[in-house]
């Protein structure tokens, strides 16, 4: 919670499953459960209509980080109607370590700094191992 008294709330969503394994990722490493919302998937409500009933129990003055998985595919775009409210933050291009990121992030500081940087640090953690030193790509291994 903010010093403020605003929550934030996360929210995944992607095609497929993509959300849920995420979230499920997320939960498994850091203990911590995050809402996700299939899309397309056969035989489940559509997704933005659980996605808005879920945004309708949140206070107006909470802030709502979404997440998708691609800029310019069907769920993102509907998501991107959502940034009217003031309140919604939309991030694409998630994966694991941006997503458990912003979700550790401390409430204290500004969200879009904190999505920033969450980009950048995941951008930066996208790499082509062959082209990674064998003794660069394994040191700290052992932490896992």
């Given at each position: 919670m903010?010093?403020?008294g605003r929550v934030r709330h996360f929210i995944l969503t992607g095609h497929s499953h993509i959300s849920e394994g995420i979230a499920s990722a997320i939960e498994?490493?850091?203990g911590i459960s995050v809402s996700y919302f299939n899309a397309y998937v056969e035989g489940e409500e559509f997704y933005l209509d659980k996605i808005l009933a879920e945004i309708e129990k949140y206070p107006k003055e909470d802030e709502i980080i979404?997440?998708?998985d691609i800029l310019g595919g069907s769920v993102n775009n509907d998501m991107m109607k959502l940034t009217q409210m003031p309140n919604v933050h939309l991030i694409c291009g998630t994966n694991l370590a941006l997503a458990a990121q912003i979700v550790m992030a401390?409430?204290?500081?500004?969200?879009?700094?904190?999505i920033r940087q969450s980009i950048q640090t995941a951008r930066d953690?996208?790499?082509y191992c062959n082209e990674v030193a064998v003794s660069d790509g394994l040191d700290?291994?052992?932490d896992f």
């Open positions: 903010k010093g403020d498994f490493v850091l979404i997440m998708t401390g409430d204290e500081q500004d969200i879009g700094q904190i953690g996208i790499q700290g291994l052992d």
